[in-house]
T-cell receptor, first 112, second 110 residues
Framework: QKEVEQNSGPLSVPEGAIASLNCTYS??????FFWYRQYSGKSPELIMF????GDKEDGRFTAQLNKASQYVSLLIRDSQPSDSATYLC????????????FGSGTRLLVRP | DGGITQSPKYLFRKEGQNVTLSCEQN?????MYWYRQDPGQGLRLIYY???????QKGDIAEGYSVSREKKESFPLTVTSAQKNPTAFYLC?????????FGAGTRLSVL
């Protein structure tokens, strides 16, 4: 089992809809979780991080963490075509919190 | 203007050649990282450094070397031993466990 797993997509949603991106992780001891957005040909950009169970909201973005089920989700409300990108989930490595383990990303397409 | 600067943006390597990718940060971060990204793939860790004059191998260190002589700088050398170097190389620095990325260097083989 990979340490961090994401559905590669693409996930296609119409403009204005809610996009839901999911990530599962294998290390029960993980304490922090990160979501990065990567536009095609560009570098990853941090959009959300979450440490505690429950929801964390920032503008149109909500991160949801369920440690018991070992998944973290990213919800994007009122999706815009500019949200079309690959979204990477990352968690610290088992052997060092200095290292992040990245999922392979989910590609999101928002249709105008 | 604070940030992480990678240069060059594009780099071409000839057979048997070593090339060095530059990464400079002015964020006063202690930790710095090098990742490799292949098309359609996630990021794989090459090397990381938590402090000046110290660095550790990541998951795919073979064929690469680094140095950390200054807090601001963490150059990566892709040696001739790396037989498949074509990829997008990303440098990051971290404030505690939160990593921020430079714009990346795209390396190709001539």
């Amino acid at each position: 089992q990979k340490e961090v797993e994401q559905n590669s997509g693409p996930l296609s949603v119409p403009e204005g809809a809610i996009a839901s991106l999911n990530c599962t992780y294998s290390d029960r001891g993980s304490q922090s979780f990160f979501w990065y957005r990567q536009y095609s040909g560009k570098s990853p950009e941090l959009i959300m991080f979450i440490y505690s169970n429950g929801d964390k909201e920032d503008g149109r973005f909500t991160a949801q963490l369920n440690k018991a089920s070992q998944y973290v989700s990213l919800l994007i409300r009122d999706s815009q075509p500019s949200d079309s990108a690959t979204y990477l989930c990352a968690v610290p490595g088992r052997d060092s919190s200095y290292k992040l383990i990245f999922g392979s990303g989910t590609r999101l397409l928002v249709r105008p | 203007d604070g940030g992480i600067t990678q240069s060059p943006k594009y780099l071409f390597r000839k057979e048997g050649q070593n090339v060095t990718l530059s990464c400079e940060q002015n964020l006063n971060h202690d930790a710095m990282y090098w990742y490799r990204q292949d098309p359609g793939q996630g990021l794989r860790l090459i090397y990381y450094s938590q402090i000046v004059n110290d660095f550790q191998k990541g998951d795919i260190a073979e064929g690469y070397s680094v140095s950390r002589e200054k807090k601001e700088s963490f150059p990566l050398t892709v040696t001739s031993a790396q037989k498949n170097p074509t990829a997008f190389y990303l440098c990051a620095s971290a404030d505690r466990d939160i990593q921020y990325f430079g714009a990346g260097t795209r390396l190709s083989v001539l």
